[in-house]
């Protein structure tokens, strides 16, 4: 049995440690200062002898197993070695961990919103609640209580008590875990049973910001950052904001209605440019209309020409823009044997068949009507 000292100083950054069991690649050693993965906290990382192990996962009976790097020289029980946390790694995990604690305490305390599962990612973690719905303003009031509680300074720590004992505290979250269990607390604002690594005070958190939330199986689930990262969030959203504010020569809080401006102007653009497309292929078609079969060569996309094809099929029409698309508005068979013949990609059906052919408008349209001329 693996001693589990991360549970005893979670700060602890170095140790020596011997292997005793080896288990594919990975091994199993006296004591260890890694966490593995469990309760929504990834697996630590780091070295031992200098070989990478690259995450820290339960075996049997709860045991820490060290997976190394693929393909490292894999160490003998017995070998004794020095075992380094990947310290950075670790404690950004720690600081999220115990940010989602306050945060799933006082969504808890203040509005009577449960957690139902939590997530730890680098890029922030997530409280996915009981409630179908949480206004912006209530998280707004937990974002504002949770920065009230990292400067204040709340002392974190956990201990281990009896079942019994644990359940007489009617904390917010069930326990979850058989036999003893180990209970974190945040002074005076939270207890919950949890075997997760956390910083032993609240100031430690650094920063926290809510930065949004999203519906998931009729939940809403709630998105946070914390640390560095948080402090980084409102960097990047600044740095957005700045490079917005000078492209739409608008002021920050007027972006999004320029934006709007901006688009609805270039769907409006759009539009009455498919009109005049439209026009010119209406006269382009008529002018064409006069020899049988049409092959017309058009700088404008063939799709302008769908809607006012004529009525009756009377012979083949053949349009190809300068952008490699065809039009083709004609009897099956023949689209058939152009596109054998002619290696075009495509198809259609009632008679208009759309496509796009390789190399320039002129020379395919001239092959076209090798084609179409030889068949009729
Ligand atoms: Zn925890």
């Known amino acids: 049995m693996t001693e589990k000292l991360y549970y005893k100083n979670a700060y602890s950054k170095e140790i020596e440690a011997e292997v005793v069991a080896v288990s594919g690649s990975s091994i199993i050693l006296d004591k260890t200062i890694f966490y593995p993965e469990g309760g929504g906290q990834p697996g630590d990382s780091g070295w031992f002898n200098g070989i990478r192990i690259i995450d820290t996962q339960k075996g049997e009976d709860e045991v820490p197993l060290h997976i190394l790097e693929k393909g490292s020289a894999v160490p003998e029980v017995g070998t004794k070695g020095k075992l380094i946390l990947d310290w950075d790694h670790r404690y950004f995990y720690m600081q999220e961990h115990s940010a989602q604690h306050l945060v799933s305490a006082l969504l808890f305390s203040m509005h009577g919103i ?34 009230k509680a990292i400067i204040e300074g709340h ?14 505290l009617h904390m917010r979250r069930s326990i979850k875990v058989e036999g003893r269990v180990k209970i974190v607390h945040i002074e005076g604002i939270d207890e919950v049973a949890c075997g997760g690594v956390h910083v032993s005070n609240t100031h430690e958190i650094g920063e926290i910001a809510y930065t949004g939330k999203e519906r998931i199986r009729s939940h809403v689930r709630t998105m ?3 640390g560095n990262i948080a402090r980084d969030f409102h960097r990047q959203n600044m740095d957005i904001v700045h490079a917005l504010s000078a492209l739409f020569s608008a002021e ?10 901006v688009i609805a102007e270039g769907s409006e653009m759009k539009r009455n440019i498919r009109k005049l497309e439209e026009h010119i292929a209406s006269l382009e078609l008529d002018k ?14 063939v799709s302008a020409y769908d809607g006012i094809l004529p009525e009756e099929y009377t012979y083949p029409i053949l349009v190809a823009d300068t952008a490699g698309r065809l039009l083709f508005y004609g009897d099956g068979d023949l689209f058939s044997k152009l596109r054998s013949e002619l290696q075009i990609k495509g198809g259609g059906r009632n008679g208009i ?17 090798e084609v179409i001329s030889g068949n009729a």
């Open 114 to 147: 449960g957690t139902v599962a939590v997530h730890q990612g680098t890029d922030g973690f997530t409280i996915e609640t009981n409630a179908e719905d949480i206004p912006d303003e209530v998280l707004f009031s937990v974002e504002d209580a949770a920065s």
């Open 155 to 168: 002392r974190i720590w956990q201990d281990e008590m009896e079942h019994s004992d644990a359940e007489a």
């Open 224 to 226: 946070w950052k914390c």
């Open 252 to 261: 920050s809080k007027d972006i999004a209605k320029e934006a709007e401006r």
């Open 288 to 301: 064409a209309l006069c020899d049988a079969p049409v092959f017309l060569l058009s700088d404008i996309p």
């Open 353 to 369: 068949f759309h496509g796009s052919f390789a190399g320039p408008a002129a020379d395919f349209l001239a092959a076209a009507k």
